[in-house]
Each structure stands twice: as C-alpha cells, then as structure tokens.
C-alpha cells in the first residue's frame, strides 16, 4: 500500500501540466492540483497569458479530470495560434 500511496502522491502533486497553446501570444495552459495529500482534492487550471500570474484569462477548479480534458480542448479551439 505505501507504494501506491507514493505513487498517488507523486502523481497528484502540485504541478502536473504547463502547455503553451499560443506561442505568439505567449498562453500558457497550466494545470495543478494543489492540495494533494488530501483525498478529496481538485485540479486548479489556470490560463496565463505573458506570464501574468496576478491576471489570469481564465481560471477553473474541478474535481473531474474529464473535465480537465473538455476544459484544455475548448482553450485550445479558443487560444490556439493554429486557429487564427
């Protein structure tokens, strides 16, 4: 059981995923779940654009990691430098 506990915790910590979904405009997807040692944690998704933490476009909390899916494919019809 310890071996899946540290897995779980490895797996859930606090930086999972950072794609840039814009170079030109410098959009960053970034997901995390920032509570990890509590069972009962949700993913946080953040998109940044230039690095401005403070102002974020969108900020979204779940505890669904298909919604995390939904949410990272509606940013990137949205924000993607393809879609220009």
């Given at each position: 059981?310890?071996?899946?506990?540290?897995?779980?915790?490895?797996?859930?910590?606090?930086?999972?995923?950072?794609?840039?979904?814009?170079?030109?405009?410098?959009?960053?997807?970034d997901?995390?779940?920032?509570?990890?040692?509590?069972?009962?944690?949700?993913?946080?998704?953040?998109?940044?654009?230039?690095?401005?933490?403070?102002?974020?476009?969108?900020?979204?909390?779940?505890?669904?990691?298909?919604?995390?899916?939904?949410?990272?494919?509606?940013?990137?019809?949205?924000?993607?430098?393809?879609?220009?």
């Amino acid at each position: 059981a310890s071996c899946c506990t540290f897995l779980m915790i490895f797996l859930l910590s606090d930086d999972l995923l950072q794609i840039v979904i814009n170079q030109e405009d410098n959009i960053i997807f970034d997901v995390g779940y920032p509570d990890f040692l509590n069972e009962n944690g949700f993913f946080e998704i953040y998109l940044i654009k230039h690095f401005d933490w403070d102002k974020p476009l969108e900020h979204y909390v779940t505890k669904d990691i298909f919604e995390v899916k939904q949410i990272l494919e509606k940013s990137l019809e949205k924000y993607s430098s393809s879609r220009r």
